[in-house]
């Protein structure tokens, strides 16, 4: 990601967006019966490769790519796939800003408030209304409905994958 041009950058993980979010709506695996629909640990390993370069790629969570996946190569509802994703969230920050701030040290440039890639003003803004949000976003999305759900999660992908791409 660090050798490709930000422009390129942008546009694919726009596309990204784009697919995804077509596969959301359009897919729809049956969640595998019994209790609970696990898949085994190499289709979880498998999920978690895929979705921690995707992350790391584009500098984004892992759910952006960890709950598709959960959902059509795990078959799981997409409850479980939203509330499964989001740990492997603070693992891959954890692991992506420390990354992030050594890759950022050979950085000649870079903004005020910087540490290396991590922007410590944006970042001390974005963390505590994030907290925040994800409580309010777990509490709707454990009464929505399963396809309400996965359509909100389409269209927003979606929308911003256009608006990624289209820049």
Not at 32 to 52: D, N
Not at 58 to 63: D, E, L, R, T
Not at 129 to 147: C, D, F, K, P, Q
């Given at each position: 990601?660090?050798?490709?041009?930000?422009?390129?950058?942008r546009?694919?993980?726009?596309?990204?967006?784009?697919?995804?979010?077509?596969?959301?709506?359009?897919?729809?695996?049956?969640?595998?019966?019994?209790?609970?629909?696990?898949?085994?640990?190499?289709?979880?390993?498998?999920?978690?490769?895929?979705?921690?370069?995707?992350?790391?790629?584009?500098?984004?969570?892992?759910?952006?790519?960890a709950?598709?996946?959960?959902v059509?190569?795990?078959?799981?509802?997409?409850h479980?796939?939203?509330g499964?994703?989001?740990?492997?969230?603070v693992?891959?920050?954890?692991?992506?800003?420390?990354?992030n701030?050594?890759?950022?040290?050979?950085?000649?440039?870079?903004?005020?408030?910087?540490?290396?890639?991590?922007?410590?003003?944006?970042?001390?803004?974005?963390?505590p209304?994030?907290?925040?949000?994800?409580?309010?976003?777990?509490?709707?999305?454990?009464?929505?409905?399963?396809?309400?759900?996965?359509?909100?999660?389409a269209?927003?992908?979606?929308?911003?994958?256009?608006?990624?791409?289209?820049?």
């Amino acid at each position: 990601a660090r050798r490709t041009a930000g422009s390129t950058l942008r546009t694919a993980f726009g596309a990204l967006l784009v697919v995804v979010s077509l596969q959301m709506l359009f897919f729809h695996p049956k969640p595998r019966p019994g209790e609970p629909p696990l898949p085994a640990w190499a289709l979880f390993l498998l999920i978690g490769l895929l979705s921690g370069a995707v992350s790391f790629f584009f500098g984004v969570g892992g759910g952006i790519a960890a709950v598709p996946l959960l959902v059509s190569l795990g078959r799981l509802p997409i409850h479980q796939a939203v509330g499964t994703s989001s740990p492997l969230i603070v693992f891959l920050a954890i692991y992506g800003t420390i990354r992030n701030v050594l890759l950022g040290q050979q950085e000649a440039v870079l903004p005020p408030h910087s540490w290396g890639y991590v922007n410590l003003l944006a970042a001390a803004c974005l963390m505590p209304t994030s907290i925040l949000m994800a409580r309010v976003g777990a509490n709707l999305a454990n009464v929505a409905s399963a396809t309400l759900l996965r359509r909100l999660f389409a269209a927003l992908v979606g929308i911003e994958g256009v608006r990624m791409a289209l820049l």
